[in-house]
């Protein structure tokens, strides 16, 4: 399994705050992803990277901002929380685009009172 | 519109005996899936995969069934472990080099002793 960390596994926060998550790899995996996981959702893409400084929008990309200035880190933030990104954030990783599967990191829950 | 449906939000199976998991798509487009399985607390990680050229793929007590003119995708787990009590999530993507995995909502399974 690539070795994939996320920072800090557990969050609590209020409305209006900004936040940033972090993700880490180490299997220098050129594609990075970021999901939210709600309960009757199963998984959404929020956003991906396909290279340093090279990043797209996801199914649910509103309200979230990203950045990759390195290979293996992949930084999604929150400009201004608000309840309704409560939620459970998992980054994955992937050598080769559609080559197979995706890697997941254990995931950060997120609460925004 | 949800394009790729989990309708079984949990099943219960003696241990032993056939677990079958159920998933069904309706992207024509859609010509690589994925079965992830997950534990609370813990991100998902990959268990089994099929292409669209395929209608079988088989890895060890894992298999999954194709049936592109259903929509229709299932997984075999035989014979069923305690250990595989977790949620199952099925996930289906467009294409080489595509980037987005459509995950369903998934599915718990619980296997009894």
């Known amino acids: 399994d690539a070795g994939i960390t996320q920072s800090p596994r557990h969050k609590v926060t209020e409305t209006g705050t900004p936040v940033t998550l972090r993700c880490h790899q180490t299997e220098n995996h050129r594609y990075m992803y970021w999901y939210r996981q709600d309960p009757g959702h199963g998984l959404r893409l929020i956003h991906y990277?396909?290279?340093?400084?090279?990043?797209d929008k996801g199914e649910v990309s509103d309200g979230y901002s990203v950045s990759r200035s390195k290979t293996e880190d992949f930084l999604l933030t929150l400009e201004s929380a608000t309840s309704s990104q409560t939620s459970v954030y998992f980054c994955a990783t992937e050598g080769l685009a559609g080559a197979g599967e995706q890697f997941f990191g254990p995931g950060t829950r997120l609460t925004v009172l | 519109d949800q394009q790729v449906k989990q309708n079984s939000p949990s099943l219960s199976v003696q241990e032993g005996r056939i677990s079958i998991l159920n998933c069904d798509y309706t992207?024509?487009?859609?010509?690589?899936f994925l079965w992830y399985k997950k534990y609370p607390a813990e991100g998902p990680t990959f268990l089994i995969s099929i292409s669209s050229i395929k209608d079988k793929n088989e890895d060890g007590r894992f298999t999954v069934f194709l049936n592109k003119s259903a929509k229709h995708l299932s997984l075999h787990i035989v014979p069923s472990q305690p250990g595989d009590s977790a949620v199952y999530f099925c996930?289906?993507?467009?294409?080489?080099?595509?980037?987005?995995?459509?995950f369903g909502k998934g599915t718990k399974l619980s296997v009894i002793p």
């Open positions: 992207n024509s487009m859609f010509d690589y």
């Open positions: 996930a289906a993507r467009i294409g080489a080099g595509s980037y987005q995995l459509t």
């Open positions: 990277s396909y290279g340093v400084k090279d990043t």
